[in-house]
């Protein structure tokens, strides 16, 4: 038998036992911290609390955003509240806005750092802290869990760009540069230089055109499509969707991040594109763009390595059309390389969708990273109160090897 295995039928045994009911979750007012980022601190019932701290590194938001904690990322897809899963679980809760929207890695990582010590100020120094991220805020999740043993103890990184940063600017400027070719002049601007006005009129303007136009020509979509590799569902309209929201990446995307790397990322110059109905012309005439030598230095910063000293959980959805699940397989072999990957455990979750994850399927996530960190059990029924919830979970447990004594 597997550890993880014998890890998991440990807990599934302690679970067994009558499990006491959740936490509730009060947040503390919000405050400042020295960059300039909000923050906020959520904790259990008086007597629930276990001692240990979750941070919450948030996912992308729009460089033009109001600055805050964006509450929309604090709810799973399904409406469950992310603090009330974790307070709910007997661990405090805190998470930071950055100090900046956008590309907001290196922000990120210095301000949840710094909310370490705030908490600490403030309620008292934690035996453990644990990190939770989905999309930008998984590669969050796991640079810092790779660069700070010593204070994390260890992560759980959804849907992020964890296995090649520069794959992922690639790969959303690929997308932007076969939708000129096949659409042309249908968004102004090129895919390393974004117009102020389609920005601002993206919704209201751009949108309609892209989703008309998709409609109106599907062949030309379908290429689009098998070019790129980019995922869509069973459902015609995550066609749809899937265009549509990974042009807003790099529309929303684009300028800052070449503010934010000191320079243009983006290079196809020796690309080859292939899955067109004629890809002699397409590869004639397709946008070429080279990168500029200073975002390139830069962006070094942001590329993970695999070295890891303490667990790193990932969850992915197999259909992700914003951050493809090819990141896994990439970090999964980084691990390897760097004599890690005892320390790693990736699920894949066979679905459509960017970071469309179930409340069941984040507990059991969280719960497989606190058995790998410290062998500790936790009891779940109170944050999964319903059957249908506590019969998926149970579910992934099979799934993953584990039958239910």
């Known amino acids: ?184 002049g249908l968004i102004p601007g090129t895919p390393d230089a974004i117009p102020d006005e389609v920005i601002q009129n993206w919704d209201t303007v751009y949108v309609p055109s892209i989703k008309a136009a998709i409609a109106a020509y599907p062949s030309r979509t379908a290429q689009l499509l098998k070019v ?22 790099n529309v929303f995307g684009t300028n800052d991040a070449k503010a934010e790397l000191g320079g243009q990322p983006f290079d196809n110059t020796q690309r080859l594109y292939l899955g067109s109905d004629n890809d002699l012309l397409l590869n004639l005439f397709a946008r070429r763009l080279a990168a500029e030598a200073p975002a390139l230095t830069e962006i070094h910063a942001y590329q993970t390595t695999g070295a890891l000293a303490r667990p790193l959980v990932t969850l992915h959805t197999t259909g992700d059309p914003i951050i493809p699940y090819g990141h896994e397989p990439l970090y999964g072999l980084k691990t390897l390389l760097a004599g890690s990957a005892a320390l790693h455990a990736n699920f894949p979750v066979m679905r459509y969708g960017h970071c469309q994850f179930t409340a069941p399927e984040v507990v059991f996530g969280f719960f497989v990273l606190l058995l790998e960190a410290q062998a500790q059990p936790i009891a779940v029924d109170g944050v999964l109160p319903d059957a249908a919830s506590r019969q998926q979970f149970d579910s992934l447990l099979r799934q993953h090897g584990v039958t239910p004594p």
């Open 1 to 184: 038998m597997r550890k993880r295995e014998l890890i998991v039928l440990t807990f599934m045994s302690l679970a067994a036992v009558t499990a006491p009911a959740a936490a509730g979750s009060t947040c503390q007012p919000d405050g400042t911290q020295a960059s300039g980022a909000q923050y906020r601190i959520c904790m259990p019932d008086a007597g629930h609390w276990n001692g240990d701290l979750v941070l919450y590194a948030h996912g992308y938001v729009a460089f033009n955003a109001p600055p805050g904690i964006p509450e929309d990322q604090l709810k799973l897809p399904d409406g469950t509240s992310v603090p009330g899963i974790i307070n709910g679980l007997g661990f405090a809760f805190a998470t930071t806005g950055y100090s900046k929207n956008g590309l907001a890695v290196r922000e990120g990582i210095d301000d949840l750092i710094d909310l370490v010590g705030i908490f600490g100020t403030a309620i008292g120094p934690p035996p453990h802290v644990y990190l939770v991220g989905p999309s930008e805020g998984g590669i969050v999740t796991a640079l810092l869990v790779e660069r700070h043993p010593e204070v994390f103890t260890g992560g759980l990184a959804a849907c992020g760009p964890i296995g090649d940063f520069r794959r992922q600017i690639n790969y959303i400027g690929d997308f932007r540069v076969i939708f000129d070719y096949f659409f042309p």
């Open 228 to 249: 790129t590799h980019a995922p869509v569902g069973t459902d015609p309209s995550t066609v749809e969707k899937t265009v549509v929201d990974v042009l807003w990446y």
